[in-house]
């Protein structure tokens, strides 16, 4: 299962606020302007800045 696209369109980055996009391997979600990638654990996002990682 993957993230739903209406919870894609409500979440937001936690460090920037900005527009978060599902990566291609639907392994994470990207935040562009940050260049990070927050995993997603059991179909649920962790939405952690100490838990993403970098580009």
């Known amino acids: ?3 739903d696209a209406e ?3 409500i979440l ?3 460090k920037c606020k900005g ?3 599902l990566n291609a391997e639907a392994t994470g979600i990207v935040c562009a302007s940050c ?3 927050y995993p997603i654990r059991d179909d ?3 939405m952690l ?3 993403a ?3």
Request: hydrophobic fraction near 50%; include cysteine; glycine fraction near 0%.
């Open 44 to 46: 649920i996002p962790v």
């Open 49 to 51: 800045i100490d838990e």
């Open 12 to 14: 937001a980055c936690p």
């Open 7 to 9: 919870l894609l369109d």
């Open 19 to 21: 527009k978060l996009s």
């Open 1 to 3: 299962m993957t993230i």
């Open 53 to 55: 990682e970098s580009l």
């Open 35 to 37: 260049r990070l990638v």
